[in-house]
């Protein structure tokens, strides 16, 4: 027998709710950098392409996570991107420098085939204009071409080109990072916030009950952190609805148990960015608050060093779809992932939208080579909460023990979050602990438990195991039997280093 800890009790009430939680949460990123379109999501060349050029067996795996806002086409390539160059006939589009991440940009997928292919996907299209060399004119035209209805000059142009319905397009971001000095057209936060002020407006004039997402501080380690979100939500005024958040964990002290306590800096950065949202609310007289967008969010260390120092190179261009930070995850990296979502789950009030960052090859879930797939192990992770997202997310009062990290404080051993839906109970469980079992028990008041559901456990057999080309089933989500339930409570023994996600029908 292995080493147990203390058990970890969880206190759950059926009237004690959050919020509902906004399925936009489980969202992704579809950005031109490296292959995460091309020879990802669209490869005309493969043998699995369908009629569109989109290969077969990378949609059909994206299903399985069942994303719903998908954000498009950036990331920093948006901050250098003419919308214009990806529509219309393929054969007239020109070929782009692209300066965000230094390489060509052929054009052959854009908005044309992006809208489209959220609707074959079921996705929610959540569209960015470039607002670092773009204007409020561009932005405006690219509201109207992808919602002005046919019998409009926009709404013509897209009828010409294929589509004479609107797509409504409701959720939009007005730019990406431009607190950071890397972004293309970087500047001051009062400047961004006019820029995007004014974007917005001239958006609205199309589309006026669009959604809106500014750009936050998008690292809480730049010194412009937290004067940049202030300044954004003091000076747009009425009309924002979302402030954009960007967070990757990083691990390169190679440290289990500091990393994967991680999510407790994300705990702290979404409630000092609710903090920040109500006081601007408060200070303005706002009819509310701001929410939380926070449209990327990953692990990302691995391949870190090689694309700054990409970055950081003068106008030197790396031809079409190079290979950029595509990230091999392991066990830990799974499990850190998992810790975003708790969090999320945990502030449902506060965060309305969140995307994986990215969706295929670049950080991501998926991995291609030639007409092979890979799945990674954070996709285990996504799918296992996102299967189970629906519903309402219950305060978390628990009780259990804990250690101490240099970079995060006190951190829980066991991290979790619950859903109440209207069928069933779920609970998601991290056991941060390498060596020992994490006894749960688990009450619910106000409902009864019927029996046990489907219940999955993804753990391996080391914090680095990975899935490889040649070894792809090492780390994957399998059933969990590792737990009991009564009428009021369930009893759950969650392995070392392990993630469970549980379902417990209700009765009645």
């Not at 090492?474 to 009021?488: Q, W």
Request: hydrophobic share 40%; net charge negative; proline share 6%.
């Amino acid at each position: 027998m292995g080493a147990t800890l203390t058990p970890t009790t969880l206190e759950l009430d059926a009237g004690d709710v959050v919020a509902d939680v906004d399925p936009r949460v489980f969202g992704g990123l579809l950005e031109h950098m490296g292959r995460c379109v091309y020879e990802g999501v669209y490869e005309p060349t493969s043998a699995h392409a369908d009629e569109h050029g989109c290969r077969t067996d990378v949609l059909d795996a994206l299903r399985e996570l069942s994303f719903t806002a998908v954000r498009y086409p950036g990331g920093n390539f948006v901050s250098g991107y003419d919308w214009r160059d990806g529509v219309g006939p393929r054969d007239q589009r020109p070929e782009r420098l692209d300066r965000a991440w230094r390489c060509t940009e052929s054009n052959q997928f854009g908005t044309d085939e992006f809208l489209p292919l959220c609707e074959r996907m079921g996705w929610t299209p959540m569209m960015a204009v470039n607002l670092g060399t773009g204007t409020a004119d561009d932005a405006r035209d690219l509201v109207g071409y992808v919602n002005e209805p046919a019998g409009t000059h926009a709404g013509d142009w897209r009828g010409r080109n294929g589509r004479a319905a609107a797509y409504g397009v409701d959720l939009w971001c007005l730019g990406n990072e431009m607190d950071g000095p890397w972004q293309l057209g970087h500047t001051d936060a009062s400047e961004y916030t006019r820029r995007a002020r004014e974007a917005a407006a001239a958006m609205r004039e199309v589309s006026p009950d669009i959604e809106v997402v500014a750009c936050g501080s998008s690292d809480p380690n730049l010194p412009s952190h937290p004067a940049w979100s202030l300044t954004v939500l003091d000076e747009f005024g009425e009309g924002l609805d979302y402030l954009s958040l960007h967070r990757y964990a990083r691990n390169f002290g190679r440290r289990p148990r500091e990393y994967l306590g991680f999510g407790v800096g994300v705990d702290a950065q979404i409630e000092e960015s609710a903090r920040l949202c109500e006081e601007a609310r408060a200070r303005h007289g706002l009819d509310r608050a701001a929410r939380i967008s926070f449209d990327e969010w990953n692990v990302w260390y691995k391949t870190a060093p090689q694309t700054l120092a990409r970055m950081a190179l003068p106008a030197r261009f790396g031809g079409r779809a190079p290979h950029l930070i595509e990230e091999v995850f392991n066990l830990e990296d799974a499990l850190v992932a998992a810790g975003f979502l708790t969090s999320f789950l945990r502030h449902a009030d506060v965060v309305r939208v969140a995307n994986l960052a990215q969706m295929v090859n670049v950080i991501a879930p998926l991995l291609t080579k030639g007409d092979d797939l890979l799945v990674q192990s954070i996709f285990h992770t996504f799918r296992m909460f996102s299967s189970r997202r629906a519903g309402d997310s219950l305060r978390v009062t628990a009780v259990g023990p804990a250690y101490e990290t240099r970079r995060f404080g006190t951190v829980p051993e066991v991290d979790l979050a619950a859903v109440l839906g209207p069928e069933a109970l779920h609970v998601f469980a991290v056991n941060r602990n390498l060596t020992a079992t994490a006894p749960l028990e688990v009450g619910l008041a106000g409902r009864s438990l019927d029996r046990i559901g489907p219940c999955e456990v993804l753990t391996g057999p080391h914090p680095r195991a990975r899935n490889t080309w040649d070894d792809p089933h090492v780390v994957e989500a399998a059933p969990f039997a590792g737990l009991s339930c009564t009428a009021g409570s369930a009893e759950l023994h969650i392995p070392p280093l392990s993630l469970v996600a549980a379902t417990f029908p209700l009765a009645g």
